[in-house]
């Protein structure tokens, strides 16, 4: 029995390549335009096939594909070359993208990629602070910063009586300064472990982050007062002095028998009343 030939088996050859990008951290501020570059070395003649994608997380998605942008880019994006050009970019263009290029070529399939990360720079927004309006001397006081919009996360800066608060490092300055609150600038928190009355004032609190203006929320004030404990003690005898004399009032009502004449009048008056519709009901019958 003739037994033909083994079938050979043939392999694409697959080699890489060197993809080169201008600058692999961009950064563009929101509503400008980005540039994402991606260079290689092949000649003009060769066919090549050009991909970009996004990758988020573990989720990746096309963002140029079979010669045209899908998604949000479909309208603001252009080729530059294998590059592209973002135009009016927004926080939500920010992430990590790939450039993808593969081409035929005698020693098989040639490919190579190079990855980008776009940041979106964001100018703050008018932060929120909370600041109590009065504090008792002597208990933990926190006044809180925050906003969400920047990008990079913004930082924090309070001021107590139009003048900026040191940043407690133990040294230099801030330690001979005496300083009896903790100020965190990348939280926007400023602690007081012990407040005083020497803590009495107007506060404000600005965030900035390097990008647009630095932006500030409205001056609040706190009132920090001694604790009155000789009000207290006034104010305790006050009412145990009251509830004294509704004591006595109401035993004294009882030895006169205002209680017992009440009960009294109400219990003929409901005998009187029954014996008239008794006599009601009876002439009815009758």
Not at 262 to 285: A, G, I, P
Request: with cysteine; net charge positive.
């Amino acid at each position: 029995m003739w037994k033909g030939c083994p079938r050979k088996k043939w392999y694409h050859k697959v080699t890489g390549i060197a993809i080169e990008t201008d600058n692999k951290n961009v950064k563009a501020e929101e509503f400008k335009e980005a540039i994402l570059s991606c260079k290689h070395k092949f000649s003009k003649g060769m066919s090549l096939r050009i991909e970009w994608k996004k990758i988020q997380s573990q989720e990746v998605s096309f963002v140029y594909y079979n010669g045209e942008f899908t998604g949000d880019l479909k309208d603001r994006a252009e080729m530059l070359n294998t590059g592209i050009r973002i135009r009016n970019v927004t926080r939500k263009d920010s992430g990590t993208y790939r450039c993808e290029i593969s081409a035929k070529s005698e020693e098989g399939q040639r490919l190579g990629e190079a990855t980008i990360t776009l940041t979106v720079l964001v100018p703050p927004t008018t932060p929120i602070c909370v600041v109590p309006n009065s504090a008792m001397t002597g208990t933990v006081v926190e006044l809180s910063c925050k906003e969400a919009e920047g990008s990079p996360p913004s930082e924090y800066q309070w001021y107590k009586n139009g003048v900026a608060l040191l940043e407690k490092t133990g040294t230099g300055s801030a330690r001979t300064a005496n300083i009896t609150y903790t100020m965190n600038k990348k939280s926007g928190t400023l602690i007081f472990n012990t407040v005083s009355k020497n803590d009495t004032g107007e506060y404000f609190c600005v965030a900035s982050n390097g990008i647009g203006l630095p932006q500030k929320c409205s001056m609040k004030r706190m009132q920090v007062d001694d604790l009155n404990v000789s009000g207290i003690i006034a104010a305790v005898v006050i009412v145990a002095l009251v509830m004294a004399l509704c004591g006595l009032g109401v035993l004294y009502a009882q030895k006169k028998g205002y209680f017992t004449k009440e009960s009294s009048s109400q219990k003929s008056n409901s005998q009187s009343t029954s014996e008239k519709d008794f006599k009601h009901t009876k002439s009815f019958v009758i």
